[in-house]
């Protein structure tokens, strides 16, 4: 497992023993993806919202597209967005299915 957020996010979940990547730019988060992507041992990854922000549509891609790791975005330290679309909502829009 993985985490890659904003550093309170990556600094909490280090407390419980899970590694991460502190991101602030975009082009941080897409190495962070690439190298999460491209590791055998690594099964999920956890992507704040705040920083999944940085590169919506391809993080949107992964969550739907990519099975292992399987990405996951997770409320940043601030909470969710109540304006944040659900699973189904971004899989309409990725591939045009609602379920």
């Known amino acids: 497992m993985l985490v890659i957020g904003s550093q ?12 991460g990547q502190i991101v602030t730019t975009a082009q941080e988060l897409n190495q962070a993806l690439d190298a999460a992507l491209a590791d055998p041992h690594v099964g999920i990854v956890l992507v704040t919202e705040d920083v999944a922000n940085l590169a919506r549509q ?42």
């Open 8 to 19: 309170d996010a990556v600094w909490g979940f280090a407390l419980v023993g899970v590694r």
């Open 58 to 99: 391809r993080v949107d891609t992964l969550r739907v597209r990519s099975s292992t790791p399987l990405v996951v975005e997770i409320p940043g330290p601030g909470g969710s967005r109540p304006d944040s679309p659900t699973l189904s909502e971004v899989i309409r829009r990725t591939i045009g299915i609602k379920i």
